[in-house]
């Protein structure tokens, strides 16, 4: 390959070959200089990791302690307080915060307490060693493992909300005279007598007091998610970006060794592949689909 490489580049070849070659060629080496600096500056970074074990393990604790159980309680409290001045159900709003409050000191003691006390920084320091794009891997899956009663307290939440919008259009359904048949998709006639439109009347009248209770607490957990998803988003666009990132075209481009027939490359054709990567993550039916399934209450992954 060197050699055809070297023959196509320096010899008497064609205009397509030699620029077939010139890609070649930068490809490579940009794919060398991106595994050597991955390489060193995760080199840097795992020295400095098992340099400062007691301080990353303090620094851990305390912002997990702070900003995952600390404010996941002061969000509960904050639900069970009329949030914004909205007036929601005491009752049902007590029985929620005491299932999620229950929750997270469950995960606090079993998995939580012996985790920050034996958390392996030496050991995230050697994988630290492979590169820093898996240090932000690895960060990335470290974020989801210590916000799990988050995720756990918005996997419930969009069952009860997605139940909740359900019933309330079944039952509305019931009042115009209508039901929803599952062998033809679609909302047909039917004929209920006085006891089914009394029951209906009791039932939908009852949701539709406890909804805004439940809108809010799924509102709030939707929101905590999306939050952590986005930093999660940040991280892996990171690692994309190391991945896609053309280091050794741009050297090439700063030293004027990319002219094809008198014409240089712009900084702009050069960056396109990390241009490509940034519009995959920032895409506009990305957010479209994520709006889509807050709305809908469909979980979001």
């Known amino acids: 390959m060197y050699v055809s490489l070297r023959r196509d580049l320096y010899g008497s070849a064609s205009a397509e070959a030699r620029v077939q070659a010139h890609t070649t ?13 991955d390489f060193i500056v995760g080199m840097a970074l795992a020295s400095y990791v098992r340099g400062n074990v ?26 069970s307080s009329w949030p914004m001045g909205v007036k929601l159900n005491d009752e049902v709003a007590t029985v929620i ?11 606090e003691n079993v998995f939580l307490g012996p985790v920050l006390t034996h958390l392996p920084v030496q050991l995230i320091g050697l994988c630290v060693i ?12 470290l974020i989801s493992l210590l916000t799990l009663p988050f995720f756990a307290c918005y996997v419930a939440a969009p069952l009860v909300y997605r139940w909740s919008l ?13 039901k929803y048949s599952p062998l033809c998709s679609r909302v047909e006639p039917a004929t209920y007598d006085v006891d089914a439109l009394l029951l209906g009347t ?13 809108v809010a607490f799924y509102l709030a957990f939707a929101s905590s998610r ?56 920032l895409s506009p039916l990305g957010l479209l689909k994520v709006l889509g399934s807050l709305l809908s209450g469909r979980v979001i992954w």
């Not at 303090?58 to 900003?67: F, P, Q, T």
């Not at 492979?130 to 899956?141: F, M, R, V």
């Not at 359900?166 to 209508?178: E, K, M, Q």
Request: proline content about 3%.
């Open 25 to 37: 060629y930068i490809r490579f080496f940009n794919l060398v200089w991106l595994v050597a600096n």
């Open 54 to 79: 007691p301080f990353l393990k303090h620094l851990a604790e305390k912002l997990v302690r702070i900003y995952v159980l600390a404010y996941l309680r002061e969000q509960l409290a904050w639900l």
């Open 97 to 107: 915060c005491g299932a999620f409050l229950f929750l997270s000191q469950l995960w």
């Open 130 to 141: 492979l590169g820093a794009s898996s240090l932000l891997a690895l960060t990335a899956d």
């Open 166 to 178: 359900s019933t309330l259009s079944a039952l509305f359904n019931l009042f115009r005279g209508r």
């Open 202 to 214: 009791i039932l939908f009248v009852t949701i539709s007091f406890l909804f805004p209770t439940l």
């Open 226 to 281: 999306l939050l952590i998803l986005s930093v999660q988003a940040v991280l892996l666009m990171g690692v994309s970006a190391l991945n896609a990132f053309p280091l050794f075209a741009l050297l090439c481009a700063s030293n004027h060794l990319l002219d094809f027939q008198s014409s240089p490359v712009s900084y702009i054709a050069i960056l396109s592949s990390l241009l490509v990567v940034f519009d995959e993550f």
